[in-house]
């Protein structure tokens, strides 16, 4: 069965750091780009950053440039999200989602994560 | 960016009936490599992730009911669900991923009438 599952979220205060994780299993994990999309409590969804299936690009919303990193660990069928420089509107649940292809270019999502909630809070 | 328009807001239909979603982009997400329209409708349940539905506009997912179908081109496109289920009960989302950052509309929430 193809699935991901998100974990590493939990409360921290703004300007903290927290390091999001999203275990594969089901498919060739290394053979498909991976994204994170976020969705603030209550509102709708926000693509976050992309990964191409061998690490070597990746692609930011402007929201998250230069505080945020997406990585890749192919030996353990793995993808992180590191995100500093926490802000309150950073508050959402975090989805790992599957691109169809190796490329984040042109890919849809087509499985997701259960989802790991990250609230930014003093 | 693209931005992602869809309407309306919030839908009530009947059981068996139809129900339309439209969805307009601000620009064409038309990918010529392919000749395909980079469009993706998701359905998302309360507590669970979205799910794919539809793709390339028009491409139902494996596994997806066929009373869902997907049209349009360019900048404007439906999602039909011909004969309304109870299950069907959703916010439904259509997204563009022709060009980053990836962008969904603001999500159409649909009842039973």
């Known amino acids: 069965e193809v699935q991901l599952l998100d974990s590493g979220g939990g409360l921290v205060q703004p300007g903290g750091s927290l390091r999001l994780s999203c275990a594969a299993s089901g498919f060739t994990f290394n053979s498909y780009a991976m994204n994170w999309v976020r969705q603030a409590p209550g509102k709708g969804l926000e693509w976050v950053s992309g990964?191409?299936?061998?690490?070597?690009?990746?692609s930011y919303a402007d929201s998250v440039k230069g505080r945020f990193t997406i990585s890749r660990d192919n030996s353990k069928n793995t993808l992180y999200l590191q995100m500093n420089s926490l802000r309150a509107e950073d508050t959402a649940v975090y989805y790992c989602?599957?691109?169809?292809?190796?490329?984040?270019?042109?890919?849809?999502?087509?499985?997701w994560g259960q989802g790991t909630m990250v609230t930014v809070s003093s | 960016d693209i931005a992602m328009t869809q309407s309306p807001d919030s839908l009530a239909v009947s059981l068996g009936e139809r129900a339309t979603i439209n969805c307009k982009s601000s620009?064409?997400?038309?990918?010529?490599?392919?000749?395909?329209?980079?469009l993706a409708w998701y359905q998302q349940k309360p507590g669970q992730p979205p799910k794919l539905l539809i793709f390339w506009a028009s491409t139902r997912e494996s596994g997806v009911p066929d009373r869902f179908s997907g049209s349009g081109s360019g900048t404007d496109f439906t999602l039909t669900i011909s004969s309304l289920q109870a299950e069907d009960v959703a916010l439904y989302y259509c997204?563009?991923?022709?060009?980053?950052?990836?962008?969904f509309g603001q999500g159409t929430k649909l009842e039973i009438k």
């Open positions: 989602a599957k691109g169809d292809s190796e490329s984040y270019l042109y890919s849809l999502f087509d499985i």
């Open positions: 620009q064409s997400v038309l990918y010529s490599s392919n000749n395909k329209n980079c």
């Open positions: 990964i191409t299936s061998s690490g070597g690009a990746t």
């Open positions: 997204q563009q991923y022709y060009n980053t950052p990836y962008t």
